[in-house]
């Protein structure tokens, strides 16, 4: 756990950093931060550290709530690397932001570190004060910038969604303890099986699936995802799309897998249904927007709807392919939003038309953004593509037994073919634009150029060099049963 | 006044009556015929909440029952009804609401309810388990706030940090 006390404490030195620091150096604050975390990111890897795999899946602690199996880890590895990118991208973000940027950054932090107990989250009573943790920092993250009336919009959108489906995760809850009396995820696979006709139980299994329907932003729960997205400041835009949505899904995974296996067994057509339908309707209502943020909005629906893939599959190889997806997705999408954060810095919204002339402003940006919405499209080489075929393998490998995953496969290249249009728009935009633009180049920090090459870096090598990402993911996956 | 109170705990009767008021009252708290006041839907709010701490008290756990007046009837709701004062609020106006969506939402409730009071009938929930061992003072509370659950219990004060950051940034008139 002292991965988790870092952060926090991590959160807690910023915020008192801020009464110290003189305004100019504040800058640095947010450097350092990222810097911090990406030592924390990088001690992971060393075997002493208390993430190594090594340790197994025994090892829990604190009444069996907290778990740090394979699965923790990774999903760690992935929360604090986003959180690294993130933090950059603020620093970027500051001068719009205006007050109050060193809290922006502590509370960044703060929601990582909220993720961080997600991951490793084996019992309800956990799990929701985590996510409590993370979507209440998210409230304040969303309406940050207090001056535009959009991000505060956004805000009390999301608030009220958000509260609402708390209440219907804690509603299921507490319908789950109350006819099993287990709130421990192992103790609750053992008795699951018993109750699987109990229908009390299936309530609460349905109510708690429609709170974490709502973090991943899978249909019918969706309808916050445009209007936040759009509203809010870019970085947090970013982690929302980026690391809530994961939060989302290591806790679907963990839940189906690791808490009730028994009845996820039975509840194949509900995922199968679920996830066509929200890849319909992220694709077809991405077509005609034109602002860049909404498109990600919409585009991040279809996505948990691939992703949900994986999961339908209920297979290990669906697993460990919604890891890799993720990890891809985690690129990409971090790629797409630093573009936006500096081309769109000083417009007012994210028009599609603010990026014409991109590609003589800032070559960098353009292929940036150009490979970005590739690799969403899922073309080759990049990450999006093997991502997706790795999933889509995983359900066709399914077909024999249940024709409905043969439509879902189907539903999904539907939907592939159809994000084409929308993606190739935004490309259509940097380099074929018709108005008249303003060439004055874009400067790019050197932190900013580093995260920007690195995510096109992780994008490639995902996408040509699948192979190590796949066997971890796989090695991972066997700690959910 | 023993055998009095014995009788009332043993017996059903006080759970109803909570129950029957929580449900009332929260229902008057949004849709009340006879005033759209927000104040008047504050107080319903206020016996709302007291009637959940009688079915709290019914659980035994008076400790609960306890911090629910004393925090949401009293602190809380004493907030909303500044923020309800210093907005000045008017009787709201009548919404027009959409005909349609107005029945789409009592259906879907309505769907909802009849599916989840058949289930109830039929699970009979929580036959076969041990019968609950009600304990809800402070002591046994305290005990497992410090020990099981010491760490959610962390994470919710670090919640309460962000959310008091969180507030201050959003209220304070200019930031620096």
Known sequence: ?481 | MDALLNYLFSSNGLFWVFAFMTLACGGLVVANPFSRNPVTSAMFLVLTIISMAGLFVLLHAFFLAAVQVMVYAGAVMVLFLFVIMLLDLQEEERRKVKKLGLLAGLLSIGAIAGIFVKSLMAAQPGRGLPAPVAEGGTIPLGKLLFTNYLLPFEIVSVLLLVAMVGVILLSKKDLK
């Open chain 1, 1 to 481: 756990m002292s991965l988790e006390i870092s952060v926090v404490a991590l959160g807690l030195i910023v915020l008192l950093a801020d009464l110290w620091l003189p305004a100019e150096r504040k800058r640095m604050l947010g450097y350092s931060a990222a810097a911090a975390l990406l030592l924390l990111f990088l001690n992971t890897f060393t075997s002493h550290c208390s993430c190594s795999l090594a340790e197994g899946p025994d090892n829990m602690t604190s009444a069996g709530m907290f778990i740090q199996d394979g699965l923790a880890v990774f999903f760690k590895r992935f929360f604090l690397l986003a959180a690294v990118l993130v933090l950059v991208m603020a620093v970027e973000f500051s001068d719009r932001i205006g007050a109050g940027v060193s809290e922006y950054y502590s509370l960044i932090v703060f929601a990582l570190a909220g993720m961080l107990f997600a991951a490793s989250a084996n019992d309800f009573v956990m799990l929701f004060a985590a996510i409590e943790l993370i979507t209440i920092t998210f409230y304040v993250l969303t309406s940050f910038q207090r001056g535009r009336v959009r991000s505060l919009e956004a805000g009390v959108k999301y608030l009220i969604l958000g509260a609402l489906s708390s209440a219907f995760m804690v509603y299921g809850i507490a319908l789950i303890w109350g006819t099993t009396g287990k709130f421990n995820f192992q103790e609750l696979a053992q008795v699951a099986g018993k109750f699987a006709a109990n229908r009390v139980f299936l309530f609460g299994v349905v109510f708690f699936l429609v709170g974490l329907g709502f973090k991943i932003a899978a249909f019918p729960f969706q309808m916050w995802t445009p209007d936040v997205y759009e509203g809010a400041p870019t970085p947090t835009t970013a982690f929302l799309a980026v690391g809530s949505k994961a939060t989302g899904f290591v806790l679907l995974l963990r839940f189906l897998f690791t808490a009730i296996p028994d009845v996820a067994m039975h509840w194949n057509k509900l995922l199968i249904i679920v996830s066509g339908i929200t890849i319909l309707y992220g694709n077809l209502c991405a077509l005609p927007q034109r602002n860049l943020k909404r498109i990600l909005g919409y585009s991040s629906i279809a996505h948990a709807g691939y992703v949900l893939l994986g999961v339908a599959a209920l297979t290990t190889a669906g697993e460990s392919a919604v890891l890799y997806y993720l990890a891809g997705y985690l690129f990409t999408v971090l790629a797409a939003f630093a573009v936006i954060a500096l081309v769109m810095r000083h417009l007012n919204s994210e028009d599609l038309a603010g990026l014409a002339g991109l590609n003589q402003r800032s070559p960098l940006l353009a292929a940036t953004l150009t490979l970005a919405m590739v690799s969403l499209a899922g073309i080759p080489p990049l990450a999006g593509f093997f991502g997706k075929f790795l999933l889509l393998k995983a359900v066709i490998e399914q077909g024999p037994a249940n024709h409905g995953y043969y439509c879902l496969a189907f539903t999904a290249l539907a939907g592939v073919i159809i994000s084409l249009y929308y993606y190739f728009g935004v490309i259509r935009a940097i380099y074929w634009s018709k108005e008249t633009p303003d060439l004055s180049p874009i400067e790019i920090s050197k932190p900013m150029k580093m995260a920007v090459c690195f995510c096109m870096a992780g994008m490639f090598y995902l996408g040509l060099f699948p192979g190590a990402l796949i066997n971890y993911a796989a090695q991972v996956v066997k700690s959910l049963k």
